[in-house]
């Protein structure tokens, strides 16, 4: 692996180092001119509970997070939009995806292709985040292609949304934030949990989750999660059928020292919910009105979607007797698909209006990807006071390798009437060539990073938090079908400062500024390499949290720009230059709140001003297509007590306002407004839970990729639940 470094940024690396060194050995306790202090390391609650930031979480209101500084810091005073869902939201609101549980979320458009049971698709502050934005337990699941990773919540303990560039902590990714599953994790506690759960559409699945200390004296503790599913989708001939085991153990041989060794293995058996389907017979209508959303427009005989999936890894905690600590987390993942399916592009009377519009041209696809990965991140941790002030210091390095391996083929253009649906009358069991690879490609790749993080806070009022980071990635893409070789190398140097002040008890303003950088693949009409796609975003906003930590109030207003966008370029229209732009600035609201010990609130709402505000593609000034500018939500759970004590009742709203379908802004896809509805009861042991999504079974077009490729939201789907626990 070559690494490189420019003079200017190794003078300021050099700077920030020579600096961290002398903190350091304060840390140490050596002398520096001011004598070392140890402080605390844990978040503590006003009843003087110990709050892990990894959870478990007790209601819906977080108190720590971990993936926005890499430590156990106090939500509420990092000067960064964070949002956590917890596992008692989780399970209130009954959520089966990723995606489901970040619904009532502000700054984020989950689901944003409707009912999808291949992908976790979303948005962050208006840019794609599905492919590089998904990390587990503070490690990357980078998708690619076909091949992605996703994770069943039962395996989680909660979900955290870091909005806005974090490339200072995590390298490359995508400017609008990250989001971070924490795993679930051994506990003291001994607790055995069963589940058994009946779905509408037509479906069933049963779980477990058991655990117990595994020798007397507790410090060997082991758990274990598993789910099997057998259910049907909304889509007919297309199935969603799962099955996942997750162990994991803990040992702690000694007070400070903490080894915990995680496994997830997951097999998916499913198909094309989502269909391509076009805009003039899903968002308007087609001379025999609309297609319906039942309706599977592949084949029976060419559509499968299989996953396997592997993750095994560690984490290691260790805590020296002078208070520095040092952390490492490792991970070797594995995810492989097999796709083939036949998918819309378009009316046949988009092709020749002597054509009628109740054929639907398909092509045939055929992809098998797979992404093997091992990747590790270490950092130190000390902390120490200079005069006034009292740092907790944090420098560390991570290392990632990947092997992508491509293959794919596509039927040609010629074939997609050869293989078209009659939408009102289809017939199923057509024998489908299996297209050739025209695509066969291994890409392996190297990201090394190093960075180092102060978090500074003077008195108990006001916090800074400032950082840097250097990245150097390389990667080699090997071309089976032309036996060609192509090289790429990049580096990049990204920060971020930001600060909060407490004005008034539990009120924090706060502001910062961050970067992040994205390697872009290609070359342009000289050859020249593409340099990687950078963002800047400045970010203002304002927290507050009651002295209980039942209440968190938050508001951002943000300015994010994205640079060396890929355009067409204007002398070779063939060819791509990267004088791009596309802006995103907003204001995002939350609140989430546990009231009056019985009652609990989610709500939020999202507001963008996206624009395109350089290309050559005459799209310049647009909205870039598929993403909504408003969104809103608001969700009530009422837990009741005396005579109807077990009993709960929630329900929620959910709006996504009007997005467009195609690049010139003419085509507009109508906003949308769904409720969502719970219930339970807890009678001793057991408990038995009823949660419905899309209440009154809306139908609408969750979005368009273009003009081409529009999508269905989900319908209404019924999930009722019995759980036994001992």
């Known amino acids: 692996m070559r690494l490189g470094i420019t003079g200017s940024n190794f003078r300021r690396l050099a700077t920030f180092f020579s600096i961290s060194t002398a903190l350091t050995s304060a840390a140490f306790g050596q002398e520096q001119g001011t004598e070392g202090v140890t402080l605390e390391t844990v978040i503590v609650t006003a009843e003087g509970e110990v709050v892990s930031p990894k959870g478990p979480d007790e209601g819906i ?29 989780i399970d209130m609101q009954g959520a089966d995806s990723v995606g489901a549980a970040l619904r009532y979320s502000p700054g984020i458009r989950s689901e944003a292709y409707g009912s999808d049971t291949r992908y976790d698709w979303f948005f962050l502050r208006g840019f794609a985040g599905q492919a590089q934005g998904l990390y587990l337990d503070g490690l990357q699941l980078r998708s690619q292609a076909f091949a992605n990773y996703r994770i069943d919540p039962i395996a989680l303990e909660r979900q955290e949304l870091i909005l806005g560039p974090s490339s200072s902590l995590y ?46 004296s507790g410090t060997v503790l082991g758990r274990f999660v598993a789910l099997g599913r057998l259910s049907e989708t909304q889509v007919d001939h297309v199935d969603d059928n799962r099955i996942f085991l997750a162990p994991s153990i803990t040992f702690k041989p000694q007070e400070g020292t903490e080894l915990t060794l995680m496994a997830k293995w997951q097999q998916d058996d499913t198909g094309t919910a989502t269909s391509f389907l076009p805009y003039d017979a899903t968002v308007e209508a087609a001379s025999f009105g609309r297609i319906p959303t039942d309706l599977f427009t592949g084949d029976t005989n060419f559509d499968d979607y299989d996953r396997n999936q592997l993750l095994l890894g560690y984490e290691f905690d260790h805590e020296f007797d002078n208070g520095l600590k040092l952390s490492q987390s490792s991970r070797y993942s594995y995810v492989s698909t097999n796709y083939e399916t036949l998918y819309g592009v378009g009316l046949a009377s988009f092709y020749s209006p002597f054509l009628p519009d109740t054929l639907l041209a398909r092509l045939a696809l055929k992809s098998d990807d797979s992404i093997s990965a091992f990747q590790t991140d270490t950092h130190v941790e000390g902390e120490f006071a200079t005069g006034f002030a009292q740092h907790r210091f944090l420098a560390g390095v991570d290392y990632r390798y990947e092997d992508f391996v491509n293959r794919y083929g596509q039927s040609a253009p ?153 355009t067409t370029d204007p002398n070779n229209p063939a060819f791509s230059v990267q004088t791009g732009e596309v802006r995103s600035r907003g204001i995002e609201l939350q609140a989430q709140a546990n009231l009056f010990e019985s009652w609990d609130l989610l709500a ?39 005579k109807l004590e077990g009993l709960r009742i929630g329900a929620g709203v959910r709006y996504i306002g009007e997005s467009y379908a195609d690049s010139a802004n003419t085509l507009e896809v109508p906003s949308y407004v769904v409720a969502d509805a719970a219930a339970g009861y807890k009678l001793g042991n057991a408990q038995l839970s009823l949660n419905v999504s ?33």
């Open 171 to 216: 390298g490359a990714g995508s400017p609008g934030g990250l989001v971070n599953l924490v795993s679930k994790r051994p506990q003291e506690d001994t607790f055995y949990r069963a589940a058994v759960t009946a779905r509408d559409p037509l479906g069933g699945e049963v779980s477990v989750d058991l655990n117990a200390p595994l020798n007397e």
């Open 414 to 566: 010629a074939t997609a009437l050869l293989y078209a649906l009659d939408l009102t009358n289809p017939v199923y069991g057509l024998d489908v060539a299996t297209p050739a690879y025209t695509t066969d490609t291994t890409t392996r790749s190297n990201q090394l990073g190093l960075y180092v993080q102060d978090q500074i806070s003077i008195t108990d009022k006001f916090d800074i938090v400032g950082g840097l980071r250097q990245d150097w990635v390389n990667s080699t893409l090997t071309n089976h079908l032309s036996n060609t070789t192509t090289k790429s190398f990049d580096s990049a140097l990204t920060g971020r400062l930001g600060a909060n002040y407490e004005v008034f008890p539990g009120v924090r303003p706060y502001v910062s500024y961050s970067t992040s950088f994205n390697p872009v693949s290609g070359t342009d009409a000289d050859g020249n390499r593409f340099e990687p796609e950078k963002a800047q975003q400045y970010e203002v906003g304002v927290k507050y949290q009651d002295p209980q930590d039942r209440i968190r109030l938050t508001a951002a207003l943000f300015d994010l720009t994205r640079d060396n966008v890929l």
């Open 61 to 89: 209101v977080a108190k720590s997070s971990v993936a926005a500084t890499k430590t156990a810091t106090d939500i509420n005073r990092i000067p960064q939009s964070i949002s956590v869902v917890t596992r008692e939201q």
């Open 694 to 726: 899309n209440l009154f079974d809306k139908k609408y077009v969750a979005s368009c990729a273009g003009v081409n490729s529009c999508y269905y939201g989900e319908r209404r789907a019924i999930k009722a639940r019995l759980s036994y626990e001992w």
């Open 604 to 642: 939020s709402y999202t507001a963008y001003d996206l624009e395109i505000t350089k290309s050559n593609r005459g799209d310049q000034g647009k909205v870039p297509i598929g993403v909504p500018q408003q969104m809103a939500s608001l969700w009530l759970n009422h837990t009741f007590s005396d």
